[in-house]
């Protein structure tokens, strides 16, 4: 289209003037009114230059803000939020530490475990400074609601609260201090009735498994469904329903530091879910059999026992692959993660393996760790572990009718029994407070897989047993 259609050609037309009306109270045509004249006093003058000045202060005063805004870099907001960090630091070690040398030397080798601890690499040596067990000052408690086997405990990262699921559709809510129950939570909530009958019908309900988020927000329970149920663990209320697998649930764990939820169960799949969503996020593919245990820390990957498949697989999730472990001569029923790099397996082979993810190879294994069994002369099951996280102390427990620790040696290619404690009946679940101060088991007349045996002894019941010290 040419330019002559957006264009006219030739000079444009002057508009019309517009016509002013005649009026004598104004005098001559066109010709307005001028406005009276107004005398300004001194006064006026003042008050009119204090408006302005204070226009002139609030506009500079605005106009710094949003130059300050305007110049602090992301890199500046890090530091200062480090200089603050530090501060708090400081703060709390000045408390612990009154010489300033020792303070100094406290703060920087707390930065060092805290950055160390963040890529995974973190080694403390604890095992040495244990010297035994308080056996004065064990505590066994017992509930009404918790009468059948006791299967699994939880503990808050905070070591405040303690969550215990049994052979029945009950879960405890405690507090570690008194060791009184403050809570409970009826894993039927949620569920519709025909659920609830259905699986009466197949089984006898049973919670099977456990996990607290770190910030201590979110309770899971797997309570021999193919459902995960989300709660909330401060007011105990139902937040949710996961539903996915196609098979009982058999364990589960938190992503450490984060609300990612990763879940095992018996379809032979591991799922992944984000509770910030309250949303499925992906499956994972690969065992052979049903998934025992899973467990994880900081980084992106989980790992699994395959029970009857007898391999352990260390799942990168960002990487998408996998990496396969082979050693146990039976069912692998237990993992547990010792650090990023090193974890612990055992099953009913009786055998504790000890791997560092490098190796394909176990780089130890112990067998025989809980002896053999009077009855048939078959080793004893490995039925519960714990590991204190980034220090070289573990915990197995079985029902040979003790709970026994374990020093791992350099470059955990050892291992050593440093000593142990007796408890009656099947330990079903172990876990150490985070300062290591005392660890506590899940005791109870049957193993929390089935009801092979029975020790008609044994007391289903929670065991907190504390753990002693060198002084330093």
Request: aromatic residues 6%; hydrophobic residues 35%.
């Amino acid at each position: 289209m040419s330019s002559s259609s957006f264009f006219l050609k030739g000079k444009p037309k002057s508009a019309k003037k517009r016509k002013m009306p005649l009026d004598s109270k104004f005098g001559k045509k066109n010709e307005l009114p001028k406005p009276p004249k107004v005398d300004q006093t001194e006064d006026d003058e003042e008050i009119h230059s204090s408006d302005e000045d204070e226009e002139n202060m609030a506009t500079e005063q605005f106009s710094e803000v949003e130059d300050e805004e305007i110049a602090e870099t992301p890199q500046d907001k890090r530091l200062k939020l480090a200089k603050l960090y530090l501060e708090e630091i400081e703060k709390e070690e000045k408390s612990r530490a009154e010489d300033r040398e020792l303070l100094e030397n406290n703060v920087s080798q707390r930065l060092t475990d805290e950055y160390l601890d963040s890529i995974g690499k973190l080694r403390r040596k604890v095992a040495e400074t244990y010297t035994g067990y308080d056996e004065k000052n064990i505590v066994q408690v017992k509930h009404k609601l918790h009468q059948l086997p006791v299967t699994c405990v939880c503990l808050t990262a905070d070591n405040k609260f303690l969550f215990t699921g049994n052979k029945s559709a009950i879960v405890l809510k405690w507090n570690c201090d008194s060791m009184k129950v403050i809570g409970n939570i009826d894993c039927n909530v949620g569920k519709s009735v025909d659920e609830i009958e259905n699986s009466k019908k197949k089984r006898r309900p049973q919670t099977y498994a456990l996990a607290v988020t770190t910030d201590g927000k979110f309770l899971a329970i797997g309570d021999m469904s193919p459902y995960i149920q989300i709660w909330c663990c401060e007011k105990l209320t139902h937040l949710q329903t996961f539903k996915g697998h196609r098979d009982i649930v058999t364990s589960l764990v938190f992503r450490k530091d984060t609300h990612d939820l990763y879940s095992a169960s018996r379809d032979r799949s591991v799922k992944i879910w984000s509770l910030d969503e309250m949303a499925y996020v992906e499956t994972l593919y690969g065992h052979q059999s049903a998934i025992t245990c899973i467990d994880a820390l900081s980084r992106e990957r989980a790992i699994t026992a395959g029970g009857s498949d007898r391999s352990v697989r260390i799942w990168k999730i960002v990487e998408e692959s996998q990496l396969v472990y082979n050693g146990h001569s039976g069912s692998i029923d237990i993992v547990k993660l010792i650090n990023e790099e090193n974890f612990i397996s055992a099953g009913d082979d009786g055998t504790l393996c000890l791997w560092s993810a490098m190796k394909k190879k176990a780089l130890c294994s112990k067998e025989l760790a809980h002896g053999k069994s009077d009855e048939n002369d078959q080793a004893n099951w490995i039925s519960a572990v714990a590991t204190l996280i980034n220090t070289d102390i573990i915990a197995s427990g079985s029902c040979d009718g003790v709970i026994r620790l374990w020093k791992l040696g350099e470059n955990y290619r050892e291992m050593s029994l440093l000593f142990e404690v007796p408890v009656r009946g099947f330990v079903n679940s172990l876990a150490f407070t985070n300062d290591g101060t005392k660890l506590i088991a899940a005791v109870g007349q049957e193993h929390r897989l089935g009801r092979w045996w029975r020790i008609k002894e044994a007391k289903n019941s929670i065991i907190v047993i504390p753990l002693l010290k060198k002084s330093s």
